[in-house]
């Protein structure tokens, strides 16, 4: 199947996109293996959800339901996984849901779900950075490391890691796959030690009621209010099922990992089998890691206890008197919130030059030299992150996170399904069971978690994808590589 060369839906085939990859200036090594993938998956997943998201959002929106919720996420995740697992081991190439996207609804679509990437992963890496240097705070028995600059605060402590781990990744994907391993591993042991340590100050009245009642939110009126209470006029509050299913958008930040996956097809090793492994099996882990610590969480206190923004997994242990545990779940946080970091950062440079090579962005930001590694879209990125981490608070940034990854879920599920109507003769290594079925939930299921998260929210993401059409028709339009084959043909 040829592209379609012409229009805002022009498309860039399967065959086009393998091709690229060729491309000595722009060209990716292959050093990655389904463990290697497998580790990255659950080095992103492990971290931001249990040590930030779990306590804060156990006593303030669900209370010990907060582990239901998470199922709730898991399962959205689950489906559009298997939808991503398809895509991916059908077209290995850097890029994730944008090349994806390019292939099956066009570039206008692709441009769209890159802008939406870009929003999700420069985003997601800035809140996680942020959440490092407030447990840097604690390793070192100090204050959260931010300096006072007139009415500027610089979050120091923010800017460190970001540097730092811009330099690894520049350095090579074998590198920072190996950093990966190391803490993914010390980290996976620290949550195994919260799961055992705290299973022996659970009490089962600590779990009563589940699902607390529902209460008056001060929180959810007027922009603040989710899209959900908005339009069927529920009203704001927290707690009972409207709060098991708030939290469930919100802890859905927890899992933002397998998409990263992803974007490291083109420098996978045999994609059609490590691709889907990687990307299914990091999922199973966090999953079974994530029910667990919350129910040990919600069992060692009450979740009033909780309540509050500085609450995290630690505040359990030390309300328990067990301070030699909360000194190594800080550590173990600081260690596991590093990779977390680095690996939003290294699908934030696969995308941004997946689509520098189709000329969408700047075409010299794709250039790899001899380290076969983006080095100048890595610094970019650094740059870009650290600018948002050191001087702009948290607020709602978990929540744009959020929204920017449903809809890029929505977009590949869907086209799962265009995908297999127009290119039923492609070589899959995986295939969605059940379809339509499995991509229609899947479908659903992101559109349902979009509907509760704010109108604020909402309104964000709305002026970002408006701005991202200007950006396309004044320069990425004019500038596309299919934009130049098309006049190319055009003078021929």
């Known amino acids: 199947m040829s592209e379609?060369?012409?229009?805002?839906?022009?498309t860039k085939s399967?065959?086009?996109?393998?091709?690229d990859t060729d491309e000595p200036d722009t060209k990716l090594k292959k050093n990655l293996?389904?463990?290697?993938?497998?580790?990255?998956g659950v080095a992103v997943?492990?971290?931001?959800?249990?040590?930030?998201?779990?306590?804060?959002?156990?006593?303030?929106?669900?209370?010990?339901?907060?582990?239901?919720?998470?199922?709730?996420?898991?399962?959205t995740c689950g489906l559009a996984a298997l939808c991503y697992a398809e895509f991916a081991s059908t077209v290995p190439v850097a890029g994730s849901a944008y090349t994806f996207s390019f292939a099956t609804f066009g570039e206008f679509v692709a441009w769209i779900i890159g802008w939406d990437l870009v929003l999700e992963f420069a985003l997601a890496s800035a809140v996680v950075a942020k959440g490092w240097s407030l447990y840097l705070?604690?390793?070192l028995g100090t204050a959260a490391p931010v300096l006072s600059v007139g009415s500027v605060s610089i979050d120091w402590g923010a800017l460190l890691i970001v540097v730092v781990l811009t330099v690894v990744l520049a350095t090579g994907i074998k590198l920072s796959s190996r950093v990966s391993l190391v803490i993914t591993a010390i980290k996976v042991a620290v949550v195994l030690l919260v799961v055992i340590v705290g299973a022996f100050y659970i009490k089962a009245s600590n779990y009563s009621p589940y699902v607390p009642p529902s209460e008056p939110s001060d929180t959810g009126s007027g922009l603040t209010q989710s899209l959900f209470s908005a339009v069927t006029g529920a009203g704001g509050s927290t707690f009972g099922w409207y709060g098991v299913l708030a939290a469930a958008s919100l802890v859905f930040f927890a899992f933002i990992g397998f998409d990263v996956?992803?974007?490291t097809a083109e420098e996978t090793k045999d994609p059609q089998r490590a691709l889907p492994r990687g990307i299914i099996g990091s999922l199973i882990i966090v999953t079974v890691l994530y029910v667990a610590v919350?129910?040990?969480?919600?069992?060692?206190?009450?979740?009033?206890?909780?309540a509050g923004e500085d609450s995290t997994l630690a505040t359990a242990f030390e309300l328990n008197g067990i301070t030699w545990a909360k000194n190594i779940i800080s550590f173990g946080a600081l260690a596991g919130l590093t990779t977390v970091v680095m690996v939003l950062m290294l699908g934030q440079t696969r995308v941004l030059f997946a689509m520098s090579r189709d000329g969408l962005a700047p075409r010299g930001l794709a250039r790899t030299g001899s380290r076969g590694t983006p080095v100048r879209i890595t610094v970019l990125v650094g740059v870009v992150v650290a600018v948002i981490a050191t001087f702009f608070p948290i607020g709602t940034l978990e929540e744009m996170v959020n929204i920017g990854t449903l809809f890029a879920f929505v977009l590949v599920s869907i086209g799962v399904l265009v995908l297999r109507r127009t290119r039923p003769d492609l070589q899959r290594g995986f295939t969605v069971p059940l379809v339509p079925v499995v991509p229609i939930?899947?479908?659903?299921?992101?559109?349902?978690?979009?509907?509760?998260?704010?109108?604020?929210?909402?309104?964000?993401?709305?002026?970002?994808?408006a701005l991202g059409v200007v950006v396309y028709f004044t320069y990425s339009r004019r500038h596309s590589v299919l934009n130049d084959t098309a006049r190319s043909s055009d003078v021929a």
Do not use: H
Request: charged residues 10%.
């Open 14 to 19: 399967i065959e086009q996109s393998v091709q």
């Open 441 to 465: 939930l899947s479908v659903i299921a992101c559109l349902w978690l979009m509907l509760n998260l704010s109108v604020e929210t909402w309104i964000r993401f709305v002026v970002w994808m």
């Open 4 to 10: 379609r060369r012409t229009g805002l839906f022009r």
């Open 33 to 40: 293996g389904a463990w290697d993938l497998t580790v990255f």
């Open 137 to 139: 705070g604690e390793v």
């Open 294 to 306: 919350t129910l040990v969480l919600t069992g060692m206190v009450k979740y009033t206890d909780l």
């Open 261 to 263: 996956v992803a974007t």
């Open 45 to 75: 997943a492990v971290g931001a959800g249990i040590f930030t998201l779990t306590a804060r959002t156990a006593g303030n929106v669900a209370g010990p339901s907060v582990s239901l919720a998470f199922v709730f996420a898991a399962i």
